[in-house]
Protein backbone atom coordinates (compact mmCIF):
# COMPACT_ATOMS: atom_id res chain seq x y z
CA UNK A 1 0.00 0.00 0.00
CA UNK A 2 2.08 2.67 -1.32
CA UNK A 3 2.07 6.35 0.43
CA UNK A 4 1.85 9.10 -1.02
CA UNK A 5 3.56 9.50 -4.33
CA UNK A 6 4.87 12.86 -5.04
CA UNK A 7 7.34 13.37 -8.46
CA UNK A 8 10.06 14.41 -9.34
CA UNK A 9 11.73 14.75 -5.69
CA UNK A 10 13.65 17.39 -6.98
CA UNK A 11 13.22 20.00 -10.14
CA UNK A 12 15.33 22.82 -11.47
CA UNK A 13 14.03 25.35 -13.69
CA UNK A 14 15.14 28.83 -15.18
CA UNK A 15 13.31 32.08 -14.52
CA UNK A 16 10.38 32.11 -16.77
CA UNK A 17 10.07 28.35 -16.99
CA UNK A 18 6.96 26.31 -15.70
CA UNK A 19 6.90 24.03 -13.15
CA UNK A 20 4.47 21.00 -12.80
CA UNK A 21 4.03 19.25 -9.77
CA UNK A 22 2.75 15.87 -9.45
CA UNK A 23 0.82 14.08 -6.47
CA UNK A 24 -0.54 10.72 -6.09
CA UNK A 25 -2.58 10.55 -3.15
CA UNK A 26 -3.03 7.12 -0.94
CA UNK A 27 -4.67 4.49 -2.16
CA UNK A 28 -8.59 5.24 -1.07
CA UNK A 29 -7.73 9.21 -0.19
CA UNK A 30 -9.96 11.38 -2.06
CA UNK A 31 -8.63 14.42 -0.87
CA UNK A 32 -5.53 16.14 -1.53
CA UNK A 33 -3.84 19.31 0.33
CA UNK A 34 -0.65 21.16 -1.08
CA UNK A 35 1.53 22.88 1.19
CA UNK A 36 4.68 24.66 0.49
CA UNK A 37 7.63 25.07 3.09
CA UNK A 38 10.77 27.90 3.14
CA UNK A 39 13.96 26.96 4.67
CA UNK A 40 13.72 27.21 8.73
CA UNK A 41 9.71 28.18 8.49
CA UNK A 42 6.45 26.12 8.95
CA UNK A 43 4.01 24.51 6.30
CA UNK A 44 2.10 26.99 4.43
CA UNK A 45 -1.61 25.98 2.72
CA UNK A 46 -1.94 26.42 -0.32
CA UNK A 47 -4.97 24.53 -1.83
CA UNK A 48 -7.25 21.82 -1.00
CA UNK A 49 -8.79 19.65 -3.49
CA UNK A 50 -11.14 16.59 -4.16
CA UNK A 51 -12.10 15.08 -7.32
CA UNK A 52 -12.17 17.33 -10.12
CA UNK A 53 -13.09 20.12 -7.27
CA UNK A 54 -11.59 23.00 -5.62
CA UNK A 55 -12.46 23.26 -2.38
CA UNK A 56 -10.33 26.03 -0.58
CA UNK A 57 -7.54 27.83 -2.43
CA UNK A 58 -7.11 30.68 -0.05
CA UNK A 59 -3.62 30.08 0.19
CA UNK A 60 -2.62 30.16 -3.77
CA UNK A 61 -0.83 33.03 -5.12
CA UNK A 62 -3.98 34.76 -7.11
CA UNK A 63 -1.26 34.94 -10.09
CA UNK A 64 0.98 32.04 -11.90
CA UNK A 65 0.11 29.52 -9.76
CA UNK A 66 -2.92 26.55 -10.28
CA UNK A 67 -3.90 23.08 -9.16
CA UNK A 68 -6.01 20.64 -10.29
CA UNK A 69 -7.49 17.04 -9.61
CA UNK A 70 -8.49 15.01 -12.15
CA UNK A 71 -10.65 12.29 -12.58
CA UNK A 72 -7.97 10.16 -13.55
CA UNK A 73 -4.40 10.67 -12.66
CA UNK A 74 -2.96 12.69 -10.24
CA UNK A 75 -2.86 15.88 -8.53
CA UNK A 76 -1.03 18.65 -10.30
CA UNK A 77 0.64 21.79 -9.43
CA UNK A 78 1.96 24.23 -12.03
CA UNK A 79 3.76 27.19 -11.25
CA UNK A 80 4.30 29.24 -14.57
CA UNK A 81 6.70 31.71 -15.47
CA UNK A 82 8.50 30.80 -12.08
CA UNK A 83 10.50 33.27 -10.44
CA UNK A 84 13.37 32.98 -7.11
CA UNK A 85 11.05 33.56 -4.42
CA UNK A 86 9.12 30.26 -6.02
CA UNK A 87 12.42 28.15 -4.87
CA UNK A 88 10.68 25.68 -1.71
CA UNK A 89 9.68 22.64 -0.60
CA UNK A 90 6.33 21.51 -1.63
CA UNK A 91 4.58 18.97 0.07
CA UNK A 92 1.40 16.90 -0.90
CA UNK A 93 -0.61 15.39 1.98
CA UNK A 94 -3.95 13.36 1.70
CA UNK A 95 -6.39 12.26 3.60
CA UNK A 96 -9.72 9.53 3.68
CA UNK A 97 -12.03 11.99 4.34
CA UNK A 98 -12.13 15.62 5.44
CA UNK A 99 -10.35 14.93 8.30
CA UNK A 100 -12.33 13.96 11.30
CA UNK A 101 -9.44 12.73 12.72
CA UNK A 102 -7.12 15.04 10.60
CA UNK A 103 -4.51 12.43 9.71
CA UNK A 104 -2.74 13.10 6.55
CA UNK A 105 -0.21 11.45 4.90
CA UNK A 106 2.26 13.55 3.18
CA UNK A 107 4.55 12.48 0.74
CA UNK A 108 8.48 13.40 0.55
CA UNK A 109 7.84 16.36 -1.11
CA UNK A 110 9.45 18.33 -4.44
CA UNK A 111 12.37 20.97 -4.14
CA UNK A 112 11.83 23.34 -6.19
CA UNK A 113 14.91 25.73 -6.96
CA UNK A 114 14.60 28.08 -9.60
CA UNK A 115 18.22 29.24 -11.22
CA UNK B 1 -9.11 33.71 11.70
CA UNK B 2 -6.42 31.36 13.25
CA UNK B 3 -3.48 32.10 15.69
CA UNK B 4 -0.72 29.39 16.77
CA UNK B 5 1.82 29.65 19.85
CA UNK B 6 4.87 26.86 20.13
CA UNK B 7 8.11 27.83 21.11
CA UNK B 8 10.67 28.46 18.59
CA UNK B 9 13.28 26.14 19.93
CA UNK B 10 13.51 23.87 22.53
CA UNK B 11 16.92 21.96 23.46
CA UNK B 12 16.75 18.92 25.72
CA UNK B 13 19.02 15.71 27.47
CA UNK B 14 18.86 11.92 25.91
CA UNK B 15 16.64 10.51 28.22
CA UNK B 16 15.08 13.56 29.59
CA UNK B 17 11.62 14.40 29.20
CA UNK B 18 10.44 17.56 27.32
CA UNK B 19 7.01 19.52 26.96
CA UNK B 20 6.12 21.35 23.79
CA UNK B 21 3.05 24.09 24.29
CA UNK B 22 0.38 25.11 21.97
CA UNK B 23 -1.71 27.69 22.39
CA UNK B 24 -3.90 28.62 19.71
CA UNK B 25 -7.30 30.62 18.51
CA UNK B 26 -9.40 29.47 15.86
CA UNK B 27 -13.12 30.50 14.83
CA UNK B 28 -14.34 26.74 15.39
CA UNK B 29 -12.81 24.11 17.25
CA UNK B 30 -12.22 20.25 16.01
CA UNK B 31 -9.60 19.28 17.95
CA UNK B 32 -5.45 19.39 18.09
CA UNK B 33 -3.14 17.11 15.97
CA UNK B 34 0.94 17.29 15.62
CA UNK B 35 3.07 16.69 13.48
CA UNK B 36 6.61 15.46 13.29
CA UNK B 37 9.24 17.05 10.88
CA UNK B 38 12.98 15.44 10.53
CA UNK B 39 15.44 17.92 8.42
CA UNK B 40 14.74 17.37 4.93
CA UNK B 41 11.93 14.81 5.57
CA UNK B 42 8.19 15.06 5.16
CA UNK B 43 6.29 15.79 8.21
CA UNK B 44 4.53 12.87 10.17
CA UNK B 45 1.21 12.68 11.44
CA UNK B 46 2.13 12.16 15.39
CA UNK B 47 -1.67 12.15 17.02
CA UNK B 48 -4.78 14.23 17.26
CA UNK B 49 -6.95 15.03 20.83
CA UNK B 50 -10.54 15.95 19.79
CA UNK B 51 -11.18 15.94 23.57
CA UNK B 52 -10.09 16.88 26.38
CA UNK B 53 -7.04 15.18 28.39
CA UNK B 54 -4.00 12.78 27.85
CA UNK B 55 -3.85 10.52 24.61
CA UNK B 56 -0.32 8.06 25.44
CA UNK B 57 1.46 6.35 21.88
CA UNK B 58 4.34 4.78 23.64
CA UNK B 59 6.95 7.62 24.29
CA UNK B 60 4.96 10.32 23.05
CA UNK B 61 1.70 11.90 24.60
CA UNK B 62 -0.53 14.74 24.01
CA UNK B 63 -2.52 16.82 26.13
CA UNK B 64 -5.51 18.99 25.14
CA UNK B 65 -7.78 21.91 27.40
CA UNK B 66 -10.25 23.08 25.29
CA UNK B 67 -11.26 25.37 27.64
CA UNK B 68 -7.59 27.10 27.76
CA UNK B 69 -7.45 26.73 23.98
CA UNK B 70 -3.84 24.90 24.95
CA UNK B 71 -2.12 21.37 24.55
CA UNK B 72 1.12 20.10 24.53
CA UNK B 73 3.36 17.25 23.40
CA UNK B 74 4.82 15.09 26.10
CA UNK B 75 8.21 13.43 24.84
CA UNK B 76 9.78 10.87 27.60
CA UNK B 77 12.81 9.19 27.33
CA UNK B 78 14.05 11.29 24.59
CA UNK B 79 16.42 9.83 21.90
CA UNK B 80 18.91 11.20 19.61
CA UNK B 81 16.31 10.07 16.53
CA UNK B 82 13.97 12.46 18.26
CA UNK B 83 15.79 16.01 17.15
CA UNK B 84 13.22 17.36 14.57
CA UNK B 85 10.72 20.38 14.02
CA UNK B 86 7.11 19.55 15.35
CA UNK B 87 3.84 21.38 14.62
CA UNK B 88 0.53 21.84 16.52
CA UNK B 89 -2.25 22.36 14.42
CA UNK B 90 -5.78 22.99 14.90
CA UNK B 91 -8.16 22.60 12.66
CA UNK B 92 -11.12 25.27 12.64
CA UNK B 93 -13.76 23.23 10.17
CA UNK B 94 -15.52 20.14 9.02
CA UNK B 95 -14.51 20.88 5.93
CA UNK B 96 -11.31 23.27 6.51
CA UNK B 97 -7.64 22.08 5.63
CA UNK B 98 -4.92 22.20 8.68
CA UNK B 99 -3.19 25.04 8.92
CA UNK B 100 0.27 24.84 11.03
CA UNK B 101 2.79 27.10 12.92
CA UNK B 102 6.18 27.64 12.49
CA UNK B 103 6.62 24.91 15.06
CA UNK B 104 8.97 23.79 17.26
CA UNK B 105 12.56 22.78 16.55
CA UNK B 106 13.71 19.94 19.48
CA UNK B 107 17.50 19.19 19.89
CA UNK B 108 18.55 16.30 21.54
CA UNK B 109 21.70 16.73 23.07
CA UNK B 110 24.21 13.70 24.51
Known amino acids: NAGVMQNPRHLVRRRGQEARLRCSPMKGHSHVYWYRQLPEEGLKFMVY????????ESGMPKERFSAEFPKEGPSILRIQQVVRGDSAAYFCASSKDSGTDYGYTFGSGTRLTVV | GQSLEQPSEVTAVEGAIVQINCTYQ??????LSWYQQHDGGAPTFLSYNALDGLEETGRFSSFLSRSDSYGYLLLQELQMKDSASYFCAPPSGGNTPLVFGKGTRLSVIA
Open chain 2, 26 to 31: TSGFYG
Open chain 1, 49 to 56: LQKENIID
